[in-house]
Nanobody
Framework: QVQLVESGGGLVQAGGSLRLSCVGT????????MGWYRQAPGKERELVAS?????????SYAPSVKGRFTISRDDRKNTLYLQMMSLEPEDTAMYYC??????????????WGQGTQVTVSS
């Protein structure tokens, strides 16, 4: 059974940084696309960043976070990271780690963590 456990969320001032982590058991992160989603109250869930390896490692970011967030993966530890810098109040949301059904994000994500809250104060 796949289990994804996020950590690293918290309260930070605007302009600050946080690093989220997601540890997985029962699966191998490098086999499928991995992603970070977020959902703020009253808003739809948004794919913030994704990473997959098919010969080479490719990363994709939502326009709202490009240049500020970096997704990475440690295959030895089966851990996914999201380094978030220059945080803005608009980044406030629950952040979820997710694993895709395949190596392509367009095929959807089927395994989810419980989420970690990120709150950015102005």
């Amino acid at each position: 059974q796949v289990q994804l456990v996020e950590s690293g969320g918290g309260l930070v001032q605007a302009g600050g940084s946080l690093r989220l982590s997601c540890v997985g058991t029962g699966t191998v992160f490098s086999d499928k696309v991995m992603g970070w989603y977020r959902q703020a109250p009253g808003k739809e869930r948004e794919l913030v960043a994704s990473i997959h390896t098919n010969g080479i490692t490719l990363r994709s970011y939502a326009p709202s976070v490009k240049g500020r967030f970096t997704i990475s993966r440690d295959d030895r530890k089966n851990t996914l990271y999201l380094q978030m810098m220059s945080l803005e109040p608009e980044d406030t949301a629950m952040y979820y780690c997710a694993q895709g059904f395949t190596r392509r994000a367009s095929d959807g994500f089927g395994s989810w963590g419980q989420g970690t809250q990120v709150t950015v104060s102005s």
